[in-house]
């Protein structure tokens, strides 16, 4: 008997976040940036690409004094993201981004062929898509892989 196509495996999009939706879905786990961080430690949902530069400013931009958050709070949400995603090390450099520093995300999303980058700042990202990344904002994103949930 022939599989459904209701039963095939579907693989799990990869994804690269930017840290203003990390910072943003920690600060508020109830908005959609907050939805894709819990969507982020459920298995099989989608792979969270990173490199070490990534993870880096995740942890000194979440501790910055403005956003008072706790030290548990803070250990926690960077303990989810290294204890969920995938750490590349990206052999390729790009001048792109409008913000020098967004090209960590470029880079990270071309090594690990990521079928999304997804940013709460899209004028840091003036395209459409990179090397077949497509550039999405949280609302976008949870539209495109929860349909049924907005």
Do not use: Q, W
């Amino acid at each position: 008997m022939p599989k459904s196509k209701h039963t095939e495996k579907k693989s799990a999009p990869r994804v690269v976040i930017d840290t203003n939706v990390f910072v943003s879905g920690t600060l508020n786990p109830d908005n959609l940036p907050g939805k894709i961080l819990f969507l982020m430690a459920c298995p099989g949902t989608f792979e969270h690409l990173i490199s070490r530069e990534i993870f880096l400013e995740y942890s000194e931009v979440i501790r910055r004094a403005k956003f008072r958050l706790s030290n548990e709070k803070i250990d926690a949400a960077l303990k989810v993201v290294l204890d969920t995603a995938i750490v590349l090390s990206p052999g390729h450099s790009f001048v792109i981004s409008p913000d020098p520093d967004d090209n960590k995300f470029l880079e990270c999303a071309f090594e690990g062929k990521a079928h999304f980058l997804v940013t709460g700042n899209k004028k840091h990202f003036p395209f459409p898509t990179f090397y077949g990344t497509k550039i999405v904002t949280p609302e976008e994103f949870i539209a495109l892989i929860k349909p049924d949930e907005k």
